[in-house]
């Protein structure tokens, strides 16, 4: 292995297996090595690492953080894992054009620590943001409690520099505010999950950092009744930066993980307003307005260490829920906003029908929830196996989707034709096209290993 890559220092390429275990595995609970590790530097290097796999034909999976849940960075049988964590320079902050470009492997809150010298952000928040790269985010289109009012990571992409599974470099989008030029093929990458190509660059917009800051706790007696108050907030286009929900089992799991005391309740609503001004202060009693009227008990927040206690506190539902059961499956379906009580219900009949234990909790603010099956032996897995393909199946009958932000891989691959149809063979055909060979994380998003292969 060490010759076919000899244009790597040693150190770089590894193939030892107890350095193999560290990439065997991402926040799923599956796990599979690779064959090698390889560790680039440069865009060149990347160019010659895929030439080599190309003419091979060994499988590349591309590797940030290995932060996802869904299993796109898992490797595949025979693969060689591409770890680009040593690709992890900010080469440039451009302040006149709002622009900032970095290399794939820096660490999300690295980046806002730069950023926030120049009284800028990049805004998508991700629950991983203290170790996740943007090379991870580009291609999960991740997001987090902020993109009700900011969006996603594609809404921020602004240039990609890709090697294609052919080994040709093409280089998309700039720092311009707009462009009719053709096709946008920069975002057709953006979502990807390393099935198209490398990035080896990356462009981002970022946007004035908010100054002032205000939030709110709801406590609620009922848990959908909680999703009609949030439907009904967003209804009013109240500008909310942040509108969480947590159902009861979530709550009681956090308080006993961190500590901090959020009161009982059957659900809990969290949200901040943000921006450049006191205004902050009347635009959360207006939202806190609504969910009084239907019911909460409400407390505001506009202490700075306040406000960020509760954000510790729904930070912390993921590790807090892991100790709950010894395998969790984490799920993030998306509806639109006017269907959020109705899937709030559904979530509850589900759990009930099957006789398991779902712990909801999730950016409530743009539809998007984490229905979180806790699970403890192979016998309950296969009724929450079942009760999850019941999920997906309410979800896209209610106008949904099937991942507001954790991606496809392999976790969601058998569901993905029910919610694209068609759409999917012309996806199929978009990858034959810039990875003629399938050397480029084969076996994710498509359920079937070779599958675009059988098109024609
Ligand atoms: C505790 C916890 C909380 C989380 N919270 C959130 C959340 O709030 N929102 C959210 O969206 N996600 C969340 N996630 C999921 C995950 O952190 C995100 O998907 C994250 O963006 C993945 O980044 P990563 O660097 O770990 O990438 P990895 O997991 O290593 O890889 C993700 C994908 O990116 C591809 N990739 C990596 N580098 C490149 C490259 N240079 N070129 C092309 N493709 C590449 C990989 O092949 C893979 O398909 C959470 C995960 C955990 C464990």
């Known amino acids: 292995m060490r010759e076919l890559f000899s244009f790597l220092s040693e150190e770089r390429v590894l193939v030892d297996k107890e350095d193999l275990l560290l990439y065997s595995y991402d926040a799923t609970p599956s796990r599979r090595y690779p064959i090698a590790v390889v560790r680039p530097v440069s865009t060149e290097e990347v160019v010659e690492i895929v030439k080599v796999a190309s003419r091979k034909r060994i499988p590349l999976v591309a590797r940030g953080a290995g932060t996802s849940l869904s299993g ?66 580009v291609a999960m289109n991740s997001s987090g409690i902020r993109a009700v ?34 096709y946008d ?114 407390e505001l927040a506009f202490d700075e260490a306040e406000i960020a206690r509760l954000w510790r506190a729904r ?32 979530i509850r009949g589900i759990g009930q029908r099957h006789n398991i234990r779902i712990a909801t909790f999730g950016h409530a603010g743009d539809g998007n929830l984490h229905p979180t099956f806790l699970v403890e032996n192979e016998e309950e897995m296969r009724r929450v196996s079942a009760a999850i393909e019941e999920l997906f199946r309410e979800c896209l009958s209610l106008g949904g989707t099937l991942s507001g932000e954790h991606g496809i891989g392999t976790e969601k691959r058998r569901y993905f034709e029910l919610e694209h149809g068609y759409a999917t063979q012309v996806m199929r055909e978009i990858k034959r096209a810039l990875d003629p060979k399938n050397i480029l994380n084969p076996g994710k998003i498509f359920y079937g290993r070779q599958a675009y292969f059988k098109l024609r």
Request: charged share 25%; aromatic share 6%.
């Open 72 to 137: 796109a960075p898992l490797p595949c049988e025979g693969c060689i894992v591409v770890d680009f964590s040593l690709m992890d320079e900010i080469i440039e902050v451009d302040e006149v054009n709002a622009f900032v470009a970095v290399q794939p492997g820096v660490v999300y809150e690295a980046l806002n620590r730069e950023l926030a010298k120049h009284g800028l952000f990049f805004p998508p928040d991700p629950g991983s943001g203290s170790v996740c790269t943007i090379a991870g985010m």
């Open 149 to 182: 009012k900011y969006g996603t990571t594609r809404d921020y992409v602004a240039s990609l520099e890709v090697v294609l599974g052919t080994g040709r470099v093409v280089k998309l989008g700039g720092r311009y505010k707009k462009s009719s030029s053709g």
């Open 185 to 298: 093929l920069k975002s057709l990458f953006v979502g990807s999950e390393g099935t198209l190509g490398l990035f080896t660059e990356i462009g981002l917009r970022v946007i004035p950092r908010p100054n002032h800051h205000a939030a709110m706790i709801a406590h609620f007696d009922d848990f959908t009744e909680a999703g009609k108050a949030i439907t009904q907030a967003m209804a009013k286009r109240l500008d909310v930066a942040v509108l969480e929900v947590m159902d009861s089992l979530v709550v009681e799991a956090v308080e006993s993980f961190s500590g901090i005391n959020l009161g009982s309740a059957e659900a809990l609503v969290l949200a901040e307003v943000e921006g450049f001004d006191a205004n902050v202060k009347e635009e959360i009693r207006r939202i806190a307005q609504v969910f009084t009227r239907r019911g909460a008990k409400v």
């Open 315 to 346: 930070k912390a539902a993921l590790p807090a829920l892991a100790r709950l059961a010894s395998t969790l499956l984490l799920e993030d379906i998306t509806v639109p906003v006017s269907a959020l009580p109705e899937m709030m219900r559904r």
